[in-house]
């Protein structure tokens, strides 16, 4: 009875998502407050029905009801209750429903919250998405209900891929949904100021919290998904450039240019049309995203395996989404300009935020490239070709080296006209203490021949270092009296200090990938028990091997001590799992993290002889990946404290209303 609930209130959803997508849209052209209102009961409504699916699948799981279809086809009466619940989402059908329910919690949140938002805007922006919730919703009950039964019930169900039966992707893909789809608030945002055909100070005030909110999640997620890859997949590293990895992060690039342009059009009302596009593109790309995951077009350890009749459905909402908006944005775009406004000189913060959205929008682009061209040769009969790191680290990485360069200059530079010299002036110290880290480095490592990795050192250390030097030209430090510059300090914005963690946390990830992938230590040998290996300054000898169990596994599990110096620092148990239900195998890694690198061990096949097969990593920094990652989404939620966003938008003035409502023409 309860899996028919579910159904029910995703049939109810959808009634009142094609609703909100219509008749406020209708009274925001005619001028109808009463039914302009009516949006916000809608969202709420649909955000009630789509969670009360979403807890009667959780239910089936929990119980786990195989006559559900999606429960017997992803879980396991076996599995810990944690792998239960985390099967809703890791599946094709029940992660949309996951979709459906972020994406109408954004919705919802902003009808609760946005009492300060024009009647007519709010109404247009819960439109454009209950339209987008209305093709999702339809996605999934026309080819993907989660709700299907079986007759008769199978005694038992199939289990969960053992890849996913991990605490990382437990929160991985709820943080990742939670980037991807907040990311469609700025969309719907971009489309009813399109429709309107007004873009000002108020709109980026309104609109950035949103923006910064899903960057963040998604920020988080892509972190986690990166570090379940390292743990998990047993290959020692932290990105592979897969299809599916460069989905998630095409939206984030794009999403980080938004975000910088968004402040211009806050402060100096510039860039206007460009950010619209930018909202367009953002979402865009998550949507894109969502198509190669569930379109049967990829093999990837991340990607759904269904069929392609589901990719096709997806391909319509995509090309109707992004096709539909960027006709409008063609159409209403030149209406948006205002002549003489925001004008500013290269050389000024301003032009430093359009480099920053210059590099990473290109950036974006040869991911796109490299990720979408060996699907495109394939359909048209070219042949199957791959497209892996070579290509993106000669392609992305030389635009990340200005992008880094500018990070520390740019939030120093005045609006309007900056002053190169005087910042260059200020810049002195952070540029002698940048290169002496990174010749420092270089000499430690004893690979004097490998200046990009010393060019990629110094690059992180000058991103922190810049945040530092803003920060203490700020409150005047050694300028003023410590009482004085204390006192500065704590009157500073949140949405500074949120800026600079965000820019320092960037050269933390930079120190992390440059050390980890330019100084890796990698050992394969034969070990039997008692025997050891030498790893970087590491001794490892293998105690012995042997079986374990789990609750829905067996597993061979070996015991390797691990002394430094002579002295015993760490036991490691890495394993490899067999689960009988699902059929597969897995690698379980083992890994000794100290603050500035990770000794990461792999137990490997057996031999003939008695021995086994160790793979061991010495990974210098790596673990500065995943802490650079944490603190930018730290510093996204001190942004996010800011007084501004909690308070809102000063209200928009009665004389700069469009002059024609309906037709919006600015």
Request: proline share 6%; aromatic share 12%.
């Amino acid at each position: 009875m309860i899996p028919e609930l579910g159904h029910y209130a995703l049939v109810l959803a959808l009634l009142v998502a094609a609703y909100q997508s219509l008749a406020p849209l209708v009274a925001a052209a005619r001028g109808h407050a009463a039914v302009m209102e009516t949006a916000v009961p809608a969202a709420q409504s649909q955000f009630i029905l789509v969670a009360t699916a979403f807890a009667a699948l959780t239910y089936a799981y929990v119980t786990s009801d195989f006559s559900v279809a999606n429960v017997a086809q992803n879980s396991h009466s076996a599995k810990p209750l944690l792998y239960k619940i985390t099967g809703v989402w890791g599946n094709h059908e029940g992660s949309l429903l996951l979709w459906a329910l972020i994406l109408t919690l954004f919705g919802a949140a902003v009808a609760t919250f946005g009492a300060n938002l024009p009647p007519a805007l709010k109404a247009r922006v819960l439109a454009v998405q209950g339209m987008i919730g209305a093709g999702f919703l339809a996605f999934m009950l026309f080819t993907s209900n989660p709700f299907l039964r079986l007759d008769p019930a199978p005694p038992d169900g199939r289990g969960l891929n053992p890849l996913l039966q991990d605490p990382g992707l437990a929160f991985h893909p709820p943080f990742l949904y939670l980037g991807y789809v907040g990311f469609s608030m700025a969309f719907s945002f971009a489309v009813a100021a399109l429709i309107e055909g007004r873009v000002d100070a108020a709109w980026a005030r309104w609109v950035r919290p949103w923006t910064l909110a899903a960057w963040g999640f998604l920020t988080v997620g892509i972190g986690l998904g990166s570090w379940w890859a390292y743990y998990e997949l047993g290959w020692g590293g932290f990105w592979f450039w897969d299809p599916v990895e460069n989905a998630s992060f095409m939206p984030w690039l794009v999403g980080t240019a938004l975000l910088h342009s968004a402040v211009v059009v806050e402060k100096r009302d510039a860039l206007k049309s460009w950010t619209i596009l930018l909202a367009i593109l953002t979402f865009g790309l998550s949507l894109i995203g969502t198509f190669l995951v569930r379109s049967g077009v990829l093999t990837s350890v991340h990607a759904f395996a269904v069929d392609p009749e589901r990719g096709i459905f997806i391909l319509g909402l995509l090309l109707l989404a992004i096709g539909g908006s960027l006709v409008l944005y063609a159409w209403r775009a030149p209406a948006l300009r205002a002549a003489g406004a925001g004008l500013f000189k290269p050389v000024s913060r301003e032009g430093a935020m359009v480099l920053n959205n210059l590099l990473l929008s290109v950036a974006a682009a040869t991911v796109f490239l490299g990720t979408l061209y060996p699907l495109f040769l394939d359909m048209i009969g070219g042949g199957k070709i791959s497209v892996g790191a070579p290509y993106f680290n000669s392609t992305f990485v030389p635009l990340m080296v200005p992008l880094l360069a500018a990070v520390a200059v740019g939030p120093m530079l005045a609006w309007k006209r900056g002053d190169l010299e005087g910042v260059a002036a200020r810049m002195r110290i952070a540029f002698l203490v940048t290169v002496a880290v990174a010749l420092l480095a270089v000499g430690l490592a004893g690979d004097w021949t490998n200046a990009l990795a010393g060019l990629g050192i110094g690059l992180g250390v000058w991103a922190i270092a810049g945040a530092l030097v803003e920060w203490a030209g700020r409150i005047q430090l050694f300028r003023a009296p410590l009482a004085d510059s204390l006192r500065r300090a704590a009157g500073l914005p949140r949405s500074f200090y949120g800026m600079s963690i965000a820019h320092a946390a960037l050269g933390v990830v930079v120190l992390g990938i440059t050390a980890s992938s330019a100084w890796q230590t990698e050992v394969i040998k034969v070990v039997r028990a008692g025997e050891s290996i030498q790893v970087a300054s590491y001794t490892l000898r293998l105690s012995d091997v042997r079986e374990a169990r789990g609750p829905n596994y067996v597993s061979q599990l070996a015991r390797i001590d691990v002394a430094r110096g002579g002295q015993p620092v760490a036991v490691l148990e890495p394993e490899k799992r067999r689960y009988p239900v699902e059929g597969n195998n897995t690698t379980e890694a083992a890994i000794y993290t100290t603050w500035f690198a990770d000794l990461y061990v792999v137990l490997g096949d057996p031999d003939e002889k008695g021995g086994w097969v160790i793979r061991a990593y010495h990974n210098p920094l790596v673990p500065w990946i995943w802490g650079g990652a944490v603190l930018m989404f730290v510093g996204g939620l001190v942004s996010l404290s800011d007084r501004r966003h909690r308070v809102g938008a000063p209200r928009r003035s009665a004389a700069a209303e469009p002059a024609t409502a309906p037709s919006g023409t600015a």
